[in-house]
């Protein structure tokens, strides 16, 4: 049968290759080769194009080369008679829509005509929890998302490796209803795959659906609005594509390797909802040969031996035929069915609340309007507090809620509220409390209508009317987090026991244990330093992207990532001690002041699978620790200067180095050692170990401000350790310094330390 889909694959590419021939042509003319064509945010200029033939397209005239490229690639249509057994001639037509969508695209970009207007539609997004309401007005108002930028793509990286999210599905068309639209949707995000929409059936998209019944749409609930039409289901393949040279190591043009990264790698497929049209089966024919399986909901021919893909290749699932009692459960067991083709691996807590219950609600805002009761915030105060006992002083299961509910809590107000968490296991320790504790926030957020922001005695929780409505109520967060805690923490946490207080005697008696406790714990964070511990610990938990890269995790560094320090090593290790962290005895110090050990030296060998033969723990400037792509923020010498430069990875604006965070951080990345260059956690910033080999804090000679202003206190607490209180204000930002002689002139103006400091190199 795959005679016919081959046929129909390859008149569908033909088709647009012509067309983005004649664009490309009519583009040439009105707006000249050397135009710059580009997708936003992105290091990696077409991505698709860049992986797939190695070409850096940066202008119009590039273009021209890939689509002949294309057109090479195209076979002529054989006849529906004629017997065509073998996939090849399909996949490289699938490959030439591929290369032909993107320079569309891109060309679209030129006129401005990218990201796809949508009237009235706002994503979901942004990077800023501070204020729930803060979101409103975000950008993006107005406008489709079109392609996922590099920041996102490396903050969904970390979640695709420690297994948050097991995939992502590519949606293309629209579903039987609305209803079943949003079924689908919601039963890929219970399950953290991400969804990324595109394409219409007679001029509906699952877009208009999902908008039209109030679903969200954005970064924030892994629901990402393409465009309405089949051609922006490339920015998947780019995504896709992206995966493997951010995190795999991998150079433009290695197509084959690329291809066979997100095979085995990256669990995806498409789902085709609706008519297949020809230009739908050379998409299709194109994500095989990732091998992303392609499942239709209409009856279309099928390809079911496996070869390229994983399973099968192609999947009729006639919506209609399904099996079950309503489209509901038709919708849920096409989603199952995809889940199984393409073998993603899903984890689905069971959580017995009335909302639904994942990951993929973690972002979800709850706004003002749409607010039932807030705990924390402005008017009430809100803590969460995790201590250890001894296993006959909990109770397993125990959730009891002491004081009032919110019955009587007018709509949009706000009331006191304690979470006390009592647990016990052979394996804890106390130092796992921390650890432990900062879940509260994951799980919690992890409702579908409920909102956490912060941790400890800053906690700040919103249940929306929705929840409310479905009868969420206060016990509830008592059997989440009992639930959780033994689901992932099961391996040192036997019992769990949460009290939920809301009685204001209790409550105040409450938080004054919970503040005393939190002191001690940072006096103890304080106190562990590196030379205190003869072990530090490995993380490997990105080497399922980035094969070669290990962080080495002391008390005074924390991973790249700013998910993992010491402790949470530590404990990880204790609840896994076979799994990603491990601990590294030190053994003897071969150089104390660029942090050199027997041990770490030895295990960065091992861990980088030999690619890394030192490591250094304070230096930037030899053997720096390799990086993945997860980095907070990115250090980075400027010779000029004598000292660094530390880029945020929420900075999207021009540095001294004439580089943007994206564009850096294809330097910085991809697990190999390079001199000058490191990407850092931002706690690693304020400790007294950052790059202390070559300076420390005082080389800092530029810094993007959103860290000036969210780290401000911490910034100032190093300036008077370094005995320069007023240095903060020396270092320059994005805000009056991009090249570097203005930063030259600005240090020069503002006496900074590093001009009079001994040569960096
Ligand atoms: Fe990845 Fe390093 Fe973070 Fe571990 S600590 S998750 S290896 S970035
Ligand atoms: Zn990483």
Request: hydrophobic share 40%; glycine share 10%; aromatic share 8%.
């Amino acid at each position: 049968m795959s005679k016919y889909i081959a046929t129909r694959a390859m008149r569908g590419a033909n088709a647009l290759v012509t067309e983005a021939e004649l664009m490309l042509n009519k583009a040439l003319k009105e707006k000249g080769a050397e135009t710059p064509v580009s997708f936003p945010n992105t290091a990696y200029y077409l991505p698709t194009i860049l992986g797939m033939t190695g070409k850096a397209v940066e202008k119009l005239g590039d273009l021209q080369p890939v689509l002949k490229y294309a057109r090479d690639l195209l076979h002529p249509i054989p006849a529906f008679s004629k017997w065509t057994p073998y996939l090849g001639e399909t996949l490289d037509s699938g490959m030439a829509t591929l290369l032909a969508a993107e320079a569309i695209e891109a060309i679209r970009f030129v006129y401005g005509l990218q990201p796809e207007p949508m009237p009235g539609f706002k994503l979901a997004g942004g990077t800023s929890f501070t204020s729930p309401d803060a979101k409103e007005g975000d950008n993006g108002d107005g406008h489709l998302n079109g392609p996922i930028d590099d920041i996102q793509l490396r903050s969904w990286g970390i979640q695709l490796v420690d297994g948050r999210m097991p995939g992502f599905a590519a949606i293309v068309g629209c579903a039987k209803s609305n209803e079943v639209a949003v079924k689908i949707v919601r039963e890929l995000q219970r399950r953290n795959i991400l969804c990324f929409l595109s394409g219409n059936v007679n001029g509906r998209s699952i877009i208009h659906q999902l908008m039209e019944e109030g679903v969200e749409l954005g970064y924030d609930t892994y629901t990402v609005p393409f465009g309405t039409d089949t051609i922006s289901a490339i920015y998947a393949l780019g995504f896709a594509t992206r995966s493997a040279l951010t995190f795999g190591g991998l150079k433009p043009g290695q197509s084959r390797e690329i291809l066979l990264y997100n095979k085995e790698r990256v669990f995806a497929f498409v789902l085709a909802l609706g008519e297949v049209d020809d230009l739908k089966y050379a998409a299709a024919a194109g994500a095989i040969n990732f091998g992303f399986p392609v499942i239709a909901d209409t009856v279309i021919p099928e390809i079911l031996p496996t070869g390229v893909t994983t399973y099968e290749h192609v999947v009729s699932m006639p919506f209609n035929q399904i099996e079950g009692k309503d489209d509901l459960e038709r919708a849920e067991r096409l989603v199952q069915k995809c889940i199984e083709v393409r073998g993603v691996k899903v984890k689905v807590s069971n959580v017995d609340v009335p909302v639904p219950y994942g990951s993929a609600f973690e972002g979800e805002v709850v706004r003002k309007a749409d607010l039932r009761v807030e705990f924390g915030g402005k008017h009430s105060r809100a803590f969460e507090y995790l201590y250890m006992a001894k296993l006959d002083e909990v109770t397993d299961g125990k959730i009891e809620v002491i004081g009032p509910d919110f019955s009587q809590i007018p709509a949009q107000g706000s009331m006191d509220l304690g979470i006390v968490i009592k647990v016990a296991g052979r394996q804890m320790q106390q130092d796992f409390e921390p650890v432990l504790e900062r879940q509260v926030h994951y799980f919690v957020n992890g409702a579908s209508g409920i909102q956490h922001v912060g941790q400890r005695d800053i906690a700040w929780i919103r249940i929306s009317n929705a929840a409310a409505d479905k009868g969420f109520n206060l016990e509830h967060f008592g059997k989440i987090l009992h639930a959780r805690f033994h689901e992932d923490f099961g391996a040192i946490v036997d019992k769990v026991e949460v009290t939920i207080v809301t009685d204001p005697a209790l409550h105040a008696e409450w938080l004054e244990k919970a503040r005393a406790a939190y002191d001690y714990r940072n006096k103890r964070l304080a106190d562990l330093t590196d030379d205190k511990v003869d072990e530090f610990y490995s993380c490997t938990l990105c080497q399922s992207f980035a094969p070669n890269h290990v962080c080495v995790v002391s008390p005074e560094r924390l991973g790249l990532c700013g998910a993992y320090n010491w402790l949470d090593c530590k404990a990880s290790y204790n609840i896994n001690p076979t799994g990603p962290n491990q601990p590294i005895k030190l053994g003897k110090q071969l150089d104390d002041r660029k942090g050199y050990w027997q041990g770490t030296n030895d295990y960065a060998k091992i861990g980088s699978h030999g690619v890394v033969q030192e490591v250094s723990m304070y230096s930037i400037m030899e053997n720096p620790m390799t990086a993945c792509g997860c980095f907070e923020c990115i250090v980075m010498l400027i010779p000029e200067a004598n000292g660094v430069m530390v880029v945020s990875r929420e900075d999207t604006s021009m540095t001294p180095a004439g580089m943007t965070f994206s564009t850096l951080a294809g330097i910085a990345g991809g697990g190999l050692q390079t001199p000058g260059v490191m990407g850092v956690g931002k706690y690693y910033l304020i400790s007294p170990k950052f790059i202390s080999a070559d300076g420390g804090f005082k080389r800092v000679v530029w810094m993007s401000s959103v860290l000036k202003q969210t780290m401000n206190d911490e910034f100032k607490a190093v300036c008077e350790r370094e005995g320069d209180p007023d240095l903060l204000d020396k270092i320059a930002d994005e805000r009056n310094v991009t090249t570097v002689d203005e930063l030259l002139a600005w240090l020069e103006a503002h006496n900074h330390p590093a001009m009079a400091m001994e040569p960096m190199f």
